[in-house]
């Protein structure tokens, strides 16, 4: 019963590098997101997917790009790193929104410490 | 306009007393659910507590309670008798169901230290 799985937990890049952050879900989850955390800003939406081969933007898509092949996974591309980009990202996972209530909570993965230098 | 806002950027509270973490929230949809989550200092995003827009009575679980307001849009998270261990980041989130599906959104949340 493993979640939602992020990898890596840290990463240091130089300005310029591309990496991918992945993000896995044995849910069977519809929607996936990726949210960057940054001090006294909450969590802001970057990418999301409420399913298979769909994907659409959030409120800070520039520098990133995400792909849904299949259910489980949602990796996070960051296309040339900036210093901008430092901080701390989490996947989070839902059903869909075929499912009401308490059982559609937000679930999230560990986070990934990611630094642009 | 923001979809959440949580005013109190940090909050003080000794061991054992209750205190009151306030959230407000906007939308025009009559349905939507509303949560809290806890983050402690190793990061992780904790689940604590669901109100749905259509729920008669307040939520509780444990110690936790949400004081729903929907007329003044508020849902407070109330945490009673608390304990060191509750010192951590508390964000309030709101899901909207929209024609795409789910939407999430987060307050900037509140710092919130137990004095022994």
């Known amino acids: 019963n493993a979640g939602v799985t992020q990898t890596p937990k840290f990463q240091v890049l130089k300005t310029g590098q591309s990496m991918t952050l992945q993000c896995a879900q044995d849910?069977?989850?519809?929607?996936m997101s990726w949210y960057r955390q940054d001090p006294g800003m909450g969590l802001r939406l970057i990418h999301y997917s409420v399913g298979a081969g769909i994907t659409d933007q959030g409120e800070v898509p520039n520098g990133y790009n995400v792909s849904r092949s299949t259910t489980e996974d949602f990796p996070l591309r960051l296309l040339s790193a900036a210093p901008s980009q430092t901080s701390v990202y989490f996947c989070?996972?839902?059903f869909g929104q075929g499912v009401l209530g308490g059982a559609n909570v937000l679930t999230f993965g560990a986070g990934s410490r990611l630094t642009v230098l | 306009a923001q979809k959440i806002t949580q005013t109190q950027p940090g909050m003080f509270v000794q061991e054992k007393e209750a205190v009151t973490l306030d959230c407000t929230y906007d939308?025009?949809?009559?349905?939507?659910?509303l949560f809290w989550y806890k983050q402690p200092s190793s990061g992780e995003m904790i689940f604590l507590i669901y109100q749905g827009s259509y729920d008669q009575q307040n939520a509780t679980e444990g110690r936790y309670s949400l004081n729903f307001q929907k007329a003044r849009k508020s849902a407070n998270l109330v945490i009673s008798a608390s304990q060191l261990g509750d010192s951590a980041m508390y964000f309030c989130a709101m899901r909207e169901i929209t024609n795409t599906g789910n939407q999430f959104y987060f307050g900037t949340g509140t710092s919130l230290t137990v004095i022994p």
């Open positions: 849910m069977n989850h519809e929607y």
């Open positions: 939308t025009s949809d009559p349905s939507y659910g």
């Open positions: 989070a996972s839902s």
